[in-house]
């Protein structure tokens, strides 16, 4: 699983954060990163993908199909 943060998206509202914060910190800029995700919960990872707001948070699986958002 890879986790990109569409950085034009996000608003740094730190949802991901809150609820992953082992995934997700916000930067310098006051915006979504990602600082880890090998062997963490990726369903987990995906439902807080979704609790974003903005869509930001985009996940794609081992072959590059994206999971979410589903355009």
Known sequence: ???K???DKCLGCGTCMAL???V????????????A????DQEQILMTAKSCPTGAI???DDNG???WPQD
């Not at 997700?24 to 600082?35: P, R």
């Not at 995700?37 to 963490?40: I, K, M, Q």
């Open 1 to 3: 699983m890879e986790i």
């Open 5 to 7: 943060i569409n950085k």
């Open 20 to 22: 992953m914060p082992e």
């Open 24 to 35: 997700f910190e916000i930067d310098a800029e006051g915006k979504s990163t990602v600082k």
């Open 37 to 40: 995700s090998e062997g963490l």
């Open 58 to 60: 985009e996940i794609y």
């Open 65 to 67: 199909q994206k999971l």
